[in-house]
T-cell receptor
Framework: GAVVSQHPSRVICKSGTSVKIECRSL??????MFWYRQFPKKSLMLMAT?????????EQGVEKDKFLINHASLTLSTLTVTSAHPEDSSFYIC???????????FGSGTQLSVL | DAKTTQPTSMDCAEGRAANLPCNHS???????VYWYRQIHSQGPQYIIH???NNETNEMASLIITEDRKSSTLILPHATLRDTAVYYC???????????FGTGTRLQVTL
């Protein structure tokens, strides 16, 4: 089946630094990828929709200057958490869909811890 | 996308069938019912989806009521590895965004 690879799986950084998370579709082209955030024991919250070759669409309340999304190719989208603070510590998950297919596939997630 | 209601938690004995209900009374005609599950600290895993008819695959069965206002996910022989949070999601097939609710935490016990 289709595979979405997310890297890194875990990252620890100092407050004020930026962290980049990669999401790759390994065996299919994804014109659209999605980024979610999840706090402990909570459900997934959609942050933004990443479209190849165009600007990402952010959900209400998500700071686009804080969470930079780039979708430069049909197989790669990146999420950069800029000037990270402890409150940005969370589990970030990406997902991608195949054009014309109804399923959405998810990466394994990235646990970000900001000290 | 239509909102869904699921029980917060359920228990199931290993080897027995796990029946997870979902209410989606405001579903519209072009919206599909999807089920995903999330095992602790992992990304969600697709289980099954359907529009009107009941569906079955190697993982589970999906039973959708005739009025489509509710559905049930059936894991025929639950194992300890099926312990997870199960999400019932309703969305249009052509729109890729998935909006997650709170899900049902299924605990499979010996």
């Amino acid at each position: 089946g289709a595979v979405v690879s997310q890297h890194p799986s875990r990252v620890i950084c100092k407050s004020g630094t930026s962290v980049k998370i990669e999401c790759r579709s390994l065996d299919f082209q994804a014109t659209t990828m999605f980024w979610y955030r999840q706090f402990p024991k909570k459900s997934l919250m959609l942050m933004a929709t990443s479209n190849e070759g165009s600007k990402a669409t952010y959900e209400q309340g998500v700071e686009k200057d804080k969470f930079l999304i780039n979708h430069a190719s049909l197989t790669l989208s990146t999420l950069t958490v800029t000037s990270a603070h402890p409150e940005d510590s969370s589990f970030y998950i990406c997902s991608a869909s195949i054009v014309g297919r109804e399923k959405l596939f998810f990466g394994s997630g990235t646990q970000l811890s900001v000290l | 996308d239509a909102k869904t209601t699921q029980p917060t938690s359920m228990d199931c004995a290993e080897g027995r069938a796990a029946n997870l209900p979902c209410n989606h009374s405001t579903i519209s005609g072009n919206e599909y019912v999807y089920w995903y599950r999330q095992i602790h600290s992992q990304g969600p895993q697709y289980i099954i989806h359907g529009l009107k008819n009941n569906e079955t695959n190697e993982m589970a069965s999906l039973i959708i009521t005739e009025d489509r206002k509710s559905s049930t996910l059936i894991l025929p022989h639950a194992t300890l590895r099926d312990t997870a949070v199960y999400y019932c999601i309703v969305r249009t097939g052509t729109a890729s965004k998935l909006t997650f609710g709170t899900g049902t935490r299924l605990q499979v016990t010996l």
